[in-house]
Nanobody, 124 residues
Framework: QVQLVESGGGLVQAGGFLRLSCVASGQPFSSYTMCWFRQAPGKEREFVAAISWSGGSTNYADSVKGRFTISRDNAKNTVYLQMNSLKPEDTAVYYC?????????????????WGQGTQVTVSS
């Protein structure tokens, strides 16, 4: 079992930035592919970014490429999502997820553990 706890969400103006964190406990953190998803009201859960167990490979949704950066610190059991140049359409609940696989999948079904989510609201 892996427990995930996100933090760092909040209200920010368009053009601003936020840094989300997700702390893991339980199984060895470094063995998991980590991912961020988001879900806006009335919409399906959407892939945002993924990072390999070593941090050496990343994958981003086209909608956030160049603005968001995913990273991880295996010594701290933490994955981060740096979000710059935020837009109102980035408003959503952001979830981190852990998957016991070695591919940077964009499918929610491939991830085994989920956090409770943190709200990000971007005002125009």
């Amino acid at each position: 079992q892996v427990q995930l706890v996100e933090s760092g969400g909040g209200l920010v103006q368009a053009g601003g930035f936020l840094r989300l964190s997700c702390v893991a406990s339980g199984q060895p953190f470094s063995s998991y592919t980590m991912c961020w998803f988001r879900q806006a009201p009335g919409k399906e859960r959407e892939f945002v970014a993924a990072i390999s167990w070593s941090g050496g490979s990343t994958n981003y949704a086209d909608s956030v490429k160049g603005r968001f950066t995913i990273s991880r610190d295996n010594a701290k059991n933490t994955v981060y999502l740096q979000m710059n140049s935020l837009k109102p359409e980035d408003t959503a609940v952001y979830y981190c997820a852990a998957g016991a696989h070695r591919i940077l999948s964009r499918a929610p079904s491939r991830y085994d553990y989920w956090g409770q989510g943190t709200q990000v609201t971007v005002s125009s």
